[in-house]
C-alpha cells in the first residue's frame, strides 16, 4: 500500500489545530508540501515551522472558511505560490449551540452553514477545478457523525454534515475520472477543541471501542484517502468513529 505523498502540494483548513494539524504533520512526514490555513496566522505560522523542521515547505495563510472572498484570497495563494494543489483537505469547521430549537438564532444558522458547507463548497470548486485543468488531485471533507445520528441539539451542524455528505457525492461526478472525492466522518475525538462530552462516560462506553480517539489516529485514513493507496476510491464517507452505532 503506497501512502508516499513525495514532491505533492497539500492544503488543509482548519490545519493549526486538532485533526488538522495532524493531518498536515501526517502529510508532511509523507513527503508533501503543505499550506496551512486558519483564522489565526500566528497560529498557522507555529505549525508552519513544525513542517518545516521536518525537511518539507509550508505556507501558513490567514484565511476564514465562512467568508467567500477569504476562500477565494486563500485557493489563488495557494495556487501562485506552488503553482498547484495536488491535495485538498476542508477540515475546518465549528459546531456551536444554542440554548435551545426556538432559540436558534438566524444569526448562528448561517454562520453554522457558512462555515461547515459553503466554503467547503467554494474552496472544493475552485481547487478541484484547477485540479482538472492539471494532473488532478484528491478532495478530503470531513464530515461528522451527526450527519448519520443527528441530534435535537445539532440541527444546523447536522444538516451542514449531511450537506457535505452530498457534495462529496455530487463533486466526486463533476472531477471524475482526473479528482477523487472522498469523505472522512469523525466520531468524538480528544482534541483540544472538544466539549464537555469528553467527560461523559456513559457516551464513552457507548461507543463500539469504548473510549474517545485519539487525534492521531485520523492519520490512517487521511493518508489513505490523500494517496494513491485509495486510487480506486471516490465518492465514499468513511467513518472513523470507535463504533457509533
Known amino acids: 500500500m503506497n501512502l508516499v505523498l513525495s514532491n505533492k502540494i497539500a492544503l488543509v483548513t482548519g490545519g493549526s489545530r486538532g485533526l488538522g494539524r495532524e493531518m498536515v ?38 484565511a476564514h472558511v465562512g467568508n467567500r472572498d477569504d476562500n477565494d484570497r486563500l485557493a489563488e495563494t495557494a495556487l501562485k505560490h506552488f503553482g498547484r494543489v495536488d491535495i ?11 440554548p435551545s430549537l426556538k432559540e436558534t438564532k438566524e444569526a448562528l444558522f448561517d454562520k453554522v452553514i457558512d462555515v461547515n ?37 445539532t440541527v444546523p451542524y447536522g444538516g451542514a454534515k449531511a450537506a457535505i455528505n452530498a457534495m462529496t457525492v455530487a463533486l466526486a461526478k463533476a472531477f471524475a475520472p482526473k ?39 485520523i492519520i490512517g485514513t487521511a493518508l489513505y484517502l490523500a494517496s494513491d493507496a485509495s486510487s480506486y476510491v471516490t465518492g465514499q464517507v468513511i467513518r472513523v468513529d470507535g463504533g457509533t452505532w
Open 25 to 62: 504533520l501526517a502529510f508532511a512526514k509523507a513527503g508533501a508540501d503543505v499550506v496551512i490555513a486558519s483564522r489565526k496566522l500566528d497560529a498557522c505560522e507555529e505549525v508552519a515551522r513544525e513542517v518545516e523542521k521536518l525537511g518539507r515547505r509550508a505556507l501558513p495563510v490567514a
Open 88 to 98: 485538498l483537505v476542508n477540515n475546518a469547521g465549528m459546531s456551536p449551540l444554542a
Open 117 to 153: 458547507f459553503k466554503g467547503p463548497f467554494r474552496l472544493s470548486v475552485l481547487i478541484g477545478e484547477a485540479m482538472v485543468a492539471d494532473n488532478g488531485g484528491a478532495i478530503i471533507n470531513l464530515s461528522s457523525t451527526a450527519a448519520f445520528k443527528p441530534e435535537p441539539h
Open 179 to 217: 479528482v477523487r472525492v472522498n469523505c472522512i466522518a469523525p466520531g468524538p475525538f480528544l482534541t483540544d477543541v472538544s466539549t464537555v462530552w469528553r467527560e461523559n462516560k456513559a457516551y464513552e462506553q457507548s461507543l463500539g471501542l469504548k473510549r474517545f480517539g485519539n487525534p492521531e489516529e
